[in-house]
DNA sequence: GAAAGTGCTTTCCTAAAGGATAGTACTATC
DNA sequence: GATAGTACTATCCTTTAGGAAAGCACTTTC
């Protein structure tokens, strides 16, 4: 069997690919990483405290949680706050456009879920 | 304002939140990094060779694509298929297995680009 | 007055991701 | 006989992710 050739029509394709990509890699950016993703789902289930979230994660050190929480705020993806107590309590809350993920984290958990049948069997 | 309290109905989300948590879990794992969607993607656009694969990509390297491809085949989202030739050709097609992320890229995709918008602002 | 509780921060360290650069295999073409 | 073409591989190196462990702030409870 020969290679398959070049079509004209790839070329159309080709350009669409590459700003898609482009799309793909934007998101990817903010999003990287083991913990992103799950904590915003985390969160969006509802408003948690550090270490609601911490335990749901199951097994993120405080350090890297820390860390995750506030880039997810500068990104506007989940908000903080704050009450004057001690000890501290600190509360974190999807946002609006944490919220426009739910798709995106809904369609990778199903897959996810399918993925590990597929290929891990159980 | 105060602090919200702990409902009882907490309990039940907090367990469906966990598995949640699970299943996006393991779906990030096989799909880590920066490169490995949009590979996916653009394989998805039709049956690439190598070097197209390389440019639409634009900036990874021949060595980290090498070794993005060979995970991706072993997890059985893309094929790869060698024509004996000379210069070398191969060429890699998604999977139906693949073709599954579909929706979860797509997701991604338009998400990135609605954030690019928002938080970058072009 | 010791201990617990919460949300961090700090220091130290390892492993993995990823980039730069060059090289190889073999044929075809000029 | 130099050069191009393709899909890699090999080496070396830097950067980042992420984990382990401990410390701190200050109040309340025992």
Known sequence: MAP?????TEIHTAESC???VRAVKDALEVL????????I????FGTKRFKQI?????GITD???????KELEANQLISRTVYDAF???????????GKSLNKVIAELGTWGAAHRKKIIGR
Chains 1, 2 share one sequence.
């Open 4 to 8: 398959a050739t070049k079509a004209k």
């Open 54 to 58: 911490s335990k749901e994660l199951n």
């Open 63 to 69: 350090k890297v949680l820390s860390k995750e929480l």
């Open 32 to 39: 990287s990483g083991r913990w992103k993703l799950p904590i």
């Open 18 to 20: 590459i700003a898609s």
């Open 41 to 44: 789902l985390s969160v969006s």
């Open 87 to 97: 000890p501290p309590v600190v509360e974190y809350a999807i946002t609006d456009h």
